[in-house]
């Protein structure tokens, strides 16, 4: 089966551009969450979905970070105005449900901002 | 802060050997502690987890040993082999909650 997709695998864009990232969970998993990855760093928290709704946005940096995800399904996390430190791998996750401990980890989007 | 400290940043082990890796947290209220293997390019994968009233687990040649006192948990890698070289991070996860707090990860070496 498949696993998490996410697309583009690379993007590179300039500063003060917006960008979208988007992430296909597998399929039947209730569960979304965004993390990043900055170089030689630990995953870092940004947002968690349980079906539609956001119920954790703790994670998201500022107010340019903003996700959505539809019909329980594809997310899409957008960054406006992107600034050089927003430079990283974005990584998207998905689960079973609430209840489910492991998180299935798509290969990431590397985004690089010049 | 750095909820979660794990060391060390890099580790060389030679074929066959243990490797070990070590994690410490602070807080009490975490309920889940995984381990995930990254290899370049790739997302993490869950490699092994352990819950804080469980004092070892063991899966093949992996084995997370928990100190629940001490706030510490630790990774051994046993008869270790190239294809082990990659990237682990531990983790937590508070109790009632869902994201996972990850420490900074350990590359991982293993010489032929």
């Known amino acids: 089966g498949a696993g998490v997709s996410q697309s583009p695998s690379n993007k590179v864009t300039e500063k003060g551009k917006d960008v979208e990232l988007r992430c296909d969970p597998i399929s039947g998993h209730t569960a979304l969450y965004w993390y990043r990855q900055s170089l030689g760093q630990g995953l870092e928290f940004l947002i968690y979905?349980?079906?539609?709704?956001?119920?954790?946005k703790s994670g998201l940096p500022s107010d340019r970070f903003s996700a959505e995800r539809t019909g329980g399904s594809v997310s899409t996390l957008t960054i406006q105005r992107t600034q050089q430190e927003d430079s990283a791998v974005y990584l998207c996750a998905s689960s079973f449900g609430r209840n489910t401990n492991e998180q299935f980890f798509g290969p990431g989007t590397r985004l690089t901002v010049l | 802060q750095q909820q979660v400290k794990q060391s060390p940043q890099s580790l060389i082990v030679q074929k066959g050997g243990i490797s070990i890796i070590n994690c410490a947290y602070e807080n009490t209220a975490f309920d889940y502690f995984p381990w995930y293997q990254q290899f370049p390019g790739k997302g993490p994968a869950l490699l092994i987890a352990i819950r804080p009233d469980v004092s070892e687990k063991k899966e093949g040649r992996f084995t997370i040993s928990f100190n629940k006192s001490a706030k510490q948990f630790s990774l051994h890698i046993m008869d270790s082999q190239p294809g082990d070289s990659a990237t682990y991070f531990c983790a937590a996860r508070f109790q009632g909650a869902q994201k996972l707090v990850f420490g900074q990860g350990t590359r991982l070496t293993i010489n032929p």
């Open positions: 979905f349980q079906g539609n709704s956001a119920p954790d």
